[in-house]
């Protein structure tokens, strides 16, 4: 018989990854409020059923989801126009949810479900189609997200867009830091997403498990690391050519032209709109944030999500942010688990450079990360139960 925790992480992943293909397919239902009400009901069920709820989650975590609750009751109730920006909070208490309920069933749900994402990314692919083509609203605008509208082939699968396509395989590729395979799918996830962030930084992920794994059967360390750096080098030299046009590889080659490229100029724009807005702020909103105010302004995001978590949260959203990453840095510094503190360093570039966490899918897999590196440095067979599947 299944219980109730396994429903609700069954319905929390339905929520968060196969929603949007739900309401393309079934444009009559409304799935966001269908599976809020599912997961009330179930909450009470659980709750009537449970003669004792421990809620123990990670080293200070606690803390940061009551006062995160706090910073969400103050600001979507006065400082807020609208509630765009909730989701920043939700995901935290989805992904608690999830951790209370039983993360290893919501891991294994995971995994699932990113081999139908690489299936459905792998047809796309041959087929030059999307099996759903959304439409998108954002800032104020609606279109349509095809394929002719895109300038080269970026596929998408269950998601609206390759970018959050490739948000949901980096963080994958961070949960499952210690399964070469699993991280390896995700860089051809990224591949197939054709996004530049996304394949450097899973790329780098295996390069570090590489470095940092410990050899067995006599071979040592150096070895495995040499080993997996020609084979990458290899696959992106010979096999890279046959998957992306040559146009893809361009855009590879500008990532790091700030001069001369029209994207990087316009990213290094948007941080400087976007740090100026901040500065703009009444301070009530400094403190709290104002729920989609620079899009509506710029029509567009800053293009690095420790600004908008700035621009929507506030300074007190931004610390609920940081703080765990912070103690993530410290503890691993104090304890030499190198290997974490290479992903969380990689982690804030990512946040940094690409709209990582802002996503209703990629902002729960990012609090499930942050989870998880606080348990393993705080567990030491924590990587052995679930994180090494």
């Known amino acids: ?85 909730i989701n920043m909070y939700i995901g935290l208490f989805m992904a608690s949810a999830v951790y209370l309920m039983g993360k290893e069933i919501f891991l294994k749900f995971l995994l699932f479900t990113f081999v139908v994402q690489i299936f459905l990314q792998t047809y796309e692919y041959f087929s030059v189609s999307y099996i759903y083509e959304p439409i998108i609203r954002m800032y104020g605008l609606e279109g349509q997200n095809t394929l002719e509208s895109m300038y080269i082939l970026r596929t998408k699968g269950l998601f609206e867009g390759p970018l959050t396509a490739s948000a949901v395989a980096i963080n994958i590729a961070y949960i499952f830091r210690y399964n070469p395979i699993i991280i390896s799918l ?17 790329t780098v992920i295996l390069i570090l498990y590489s470095f940092f794994k410990r050899g067995k059967n006599s071979i040592n360390r150096g070895t495995i690391f040499a080993g997996v750096v020609i084979m990458i080098l290899f696959a992106y030299t010979y096999i890279l050519p046959l998957i992306l046009s040559e146009m893809s590889f361009d855009r590879i080659q500008e990532l790091s032209n700030f001069s001369g490229n029209e994207s990087n100029l316009k990213r290094l724009f948007y941080w400087s709109y976007g740090w100026d807005y901040y500065r703009s702020y009444d301070l009530q909103n400094i403190l709290f944030g104002c729920s989609q105010c620079f899009a509506n302004v710029y029509d567009n995001s800053a293009e690095n999500d420790w600004l908008m978590l700035l621009l929507e949260l506030g300074f007190i959203g931004f610390l609920l942010y940081a703080f765990p990453i912070f103690y993530i840095i410290k503890t691993s510094l104090s304890k030499k688990k190198m290997y974490l503190l290479c992903l969380v360093s990689l982690l804030i570039v990512n946040i940094f450079v690409y709209r990582h966490i802002s996503g209703a899918s990629t902002v729960i897999l990012h609090w499930i990360l942050i989870f998880s590196l606080i348990d393993e440095l705080n567990d030491e067979n924590e990587i052995k139960i679930n994180y090494n599947t």
């Open 186 to 202: 995700a860089i051809f996830s990224t591949i197939l997403a054709n996004t530049r962030t996304g394949m450097i930084t899973t």
């Open 1 to 85: 018989m299944v219980s109730i925790k396994n429903l609700f992480i069954y319905f929390v992943c339905l929520a968060i990854f196969y929603s949007p293909f739900i309401d393309n397919v079934f444009p009559i239902l409304n799935t966001r409020l269908l599976f809020t009400l599912i997961f009330l009901f179930l909450l009470f069920l659980f709750a009537l059923k449970e003669k004792k709820i421990e809620i123990n989650l990670p080293y200070h975590m606690n803390k940061i989801v009551v006062l995160s609750l706090f910073a969400l009751f103050i600001s979507s109730t006065i400082f807020w126009d609208n509630f765009y920006s």
